[in-house]
């Protein structure tokens, strides 16, 4: 990128939120004499550092005239908008940069040529990463196999085979949750609890038992395992959350059909027996740290961050049909096949502030406190439960349970 015109101001770096730029001008500058802050402090001039800005910026915007002349407004407005240098400036390198003094930004925007620019990923959702996910839900939905199918076959079918593409992509996903330090223990220390429906006040009555079994709460038996977000009908799996709030709203407690019919719930507190690894597709992605768009040596490191970012949200989202919980089902069950991960956590499609976890665990294995621990298997131990509520009994008491 040429720059407009060369000038002597200066400017510290104070008057940027990016770390990155921060650093530069602390590890770049001479000390002297802010142009903006008249403070004595490490500076750089300014047409050094939209150099080093606008390195980064072509990384994601590239000349919109390249691909439409610039004086066919017609033209110009096919496909994502592009947007002017003032814009670019104002608008895209304030928000990455962190710019917020229009002293500043005008300076930056006197030293470029106005032309116009198009953000190279408007169309490809940032990067090539994404389009390699729509591919693999678009093979999915031709293929017949079952998750366990697809995970068994894939080194007995020909190179070509679209189970092949499934599965590289699944092993990107764990590269990058490997490169990302997203597997983590999940401790006996911490509870998780599991809520139901179909259990009544009448149930000594109908069972002739006088306390609800753990094999009544935790995973459902096979026979009654239908498709979900992370399983296949028929592949019991443990669903739970940290918070009794959650697990309702996951249940579809709030509903006004259940609250009508009085539906009532009742909720297990379980811990595992043993510290396992769990995959965590949730805090530690929200809480990653993503590298600056101006740090051009960790680009490819920035890419990997924004992708699965998204991928996170993507595998969260609320779904209106079974069908399309196939990409996650063949996903978990590519991570359960590892015999390394235990279980992933990932973001509630009802409560936008929490999350939920899968553990790979069989009904047998969700057991009483008094029962035998095999510590070479992942079980569930039941700590606690209550007496089936209706939810409002329970909302109305602010999520605190009466234990048994």
């Given amino acids: 990128m040429t720059l407009q015109y060369i000038s002597d101001e200066m400017i510290s770096a104070d008057y940027f939120e990016d770390d990155y730029l921060k ?7 001479i000390s002297g004499i802010c142009s903006f802050s008249k403070m004595k402090r490490k500076v750089v001039t300014v047409d050094c550092i939209v150099n080093v800005i606008m390195k980064g ?6 000349y919109a005239e390249d691909n439409f002349p ?18 670019l400036v104002h608008e895209e390198i304030a928000y990455e940069a962190g710019i917020e003094d229009e ?27 994404f389009s390699k996910w729509d591919e693999y839900c678009s093979l999915l939905e031709k293929s017949r196999l079952s998750a366990e199918q697809i995970i068994a076959v894939r080194n007995h079918v020909p190179l070509e085979h679209p189970v092949r593409k499934i599965c590289e992509f699944l092993d990107d996903i764990y590269d990058y949750c490997r490169r990302l330090d997203l597997i983590e223990d999940f401790k006996p220390e911490e509870s998780i609890y599991k809520c139901v429906d179909y259990i009544g006040s009448d149930f000594s009555d109908v069972y002739g038992i006088d306390y609800i079994p753990a094999s009544f709460i935790g995973t459902s038996l096979p026979t009654y395992s239908k498709d979900n977000r992370m399983n296949e009908a028929g592949d019991s799996m443990f669903y739970g959350s940290g918070n009794i709030r959650t697990i309702l709203l996951e249940s579809n407690a709030d509903k006004t059909e259940n609250i009508n019919k009085g539906k009532q719930y009742t909720i297990g507190k379980f811990h595992v027996n043993k ?7 949730y805090r530690k992605v929200n809480l990653m740290k993503i590298p600056s768009l101006f740090d051009l040596e960790n680009a490819e490191q920035r890419e990997v961050c924004l992708f699965m970012k998204k991928f996170s949200r993507e595998i969260s989202k609320p779904q209106s049909e079974s069908s399309v919980y196939r990409p996650t089902q063949v996903l978990t069950k590519y991570f359960q ?3 390394y ?7 509630s499609s009802k409560d936008n502030e929490d999350f939920n976890t899968v553990l ?14 095999v510590m070479e298997r992942v079980q569930l131990i039941k700590d606690k439960y209550a007496e089936p509520k209706t939810y409002k009994e329970i909302e109305n008491n602010n999520y605190n349970i009466s234990w048994i």
Avoid: Q
């Fill in 57 to 62: 910026i072509r990384k994601e915007y590239d």
């Fill in 341 to 347: 991960i235990k279980g992933i956590r990932y973001g």
């Fill in 70 to 87: 610039p004086d066919d407004e017609a033209k110009i407005s096919f496909g994502p908008k592009p947007i002017d240098t003032y814009d």
């Fill in 23 to 29: 650093k530069y001008i602390y590890e770049n500058g």
């Fill in 337 to 339: 096949r590892t015999d």
């Fill in 275 to 281: 510290k396992i690894k769990v995959l965590d597709l």
């Fill in 360 to 373: 790979f665990v069989d009904t047998n294995d969700c057991i009483e406190k008094s029962d035998s621990v």
């Fill in 103 to 129: 002293r500043v930004l005008n300076s930056m925007y006197s030293k470029l040529e106005n032309r116009y620019w198009s953000n190279i990923f408007a169309e490809m959702d940032r990067s090539e990463r």
